[in-house]
C-alpha cells in the first residue's frame, strides 16, 4: 500500500489497498500505524456492504457499542449516517465538533465512515489535529492545564430535550435518553496509550465542565473562569492550522483516531442527500 500525506498536520491517503473482512495481518498492521502516524486516512474506492465493514472493522479492534443510534437492520455494529436532500432543516449528524462518544469511560479508539452516496459539493469533514494543538500550547497554558479535568457528558446532545431535534431525520433512529445526563472525567492532557503522544483531550460537544486548580469549584470566580477558558480550549483547538478537510467521494472509507482528534461534519448540501456507514472500534479510558 502507498500512504500519501494530505497536508503537513494531519491525514492521509492510502492507495493499493482493498479493504477487505480477510486482509492480511501484516497490512492490517501497516494500515493501523498510517492511522497512528497520520490520525486521519482516506481509503478511496471500496465497496463494504454493512457486514463486511464491521468484520473490517473487528481487524482493527473490539466493536465499541453506540449509545442512543440505533443499528442498520442489516448488522448490529453499523450505524447509518444519513440525512435526505428534503431535510435541509434537520440537525445535521456530527455537525459539531466533537470526538466520538467522548462522555464513555472508555470513548471508541478509531472511528470507520464509509461513503454511499455523498453530493457532489458541499458535506466535507474536517478533522483537527489534538497533538498538534498539545503541542503548539503556549508554555504557560501548558504548565496551568495539567492535572486538569474535563467533565464530559451527552446531555447537549443526547438528552430527552434533544429528541426533536434528532427526529428530523428520517433515516435514522435516535434515541435520547436520561443516561445523557450522566457525566465522565477524563484528564484534559492526555497520553495516547498506543504512540505515547500527548494531546488535548478537549471537544467542546460533550465537555461541559472543568475540573481543577480553582476552576469549576464551585465558587463565582472559578465559575467564570471555567467559562473562559472552555471557550479559550474550543476556539484553540479547532484553529484551522490544525485541521484537514476532506472532501468525499461515494466508495471512499476514511478510518480515524478518536484518542488525538476532534471533528466537524459541515451542513452546506441542502437539497443534496448524504449517506455513509460508520464502525466504531473499543478504545481504552484516557491517561495523562
Ligand atoms: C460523525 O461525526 O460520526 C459523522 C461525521 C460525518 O458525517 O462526516
Known sequence: MKVSPLTGVLGARVD???????????????????????????????????PEQAHFSRLLGDYSPVPFVQAVPEHPEVIKVVKEATEPEAFNFGGVWHSDFSFLDAPPAFTILHALDVPEVGGDTVWASMTNAFEALPQEMARRLEGVTCVHSASASYSPAQQELHSGLSGMTIRTSESAEATQEHPLLCTHPETGKRSLFFNGTYVRGLRGIGIGDGSESGAKEELRLLRWLHEFSTHVRFTFRHRWANGDVVLWDNRSTQHVALNDYAGHRRELNRTTVAGSEPID
Open 16 to 50: 493499493e489497498l482493498d479493504l477487505t473482512p480477510d486482509l492480511a495481518a501484516a497490512e492490517v498492521a501497516a494500515l493501523r500505524s498510517a492511522l497512528l502516524e497520520h490520525e486521519v486516512v482516506v481509503v478511496p474506492g471500496q465497496s463494504l456492504t454493512p
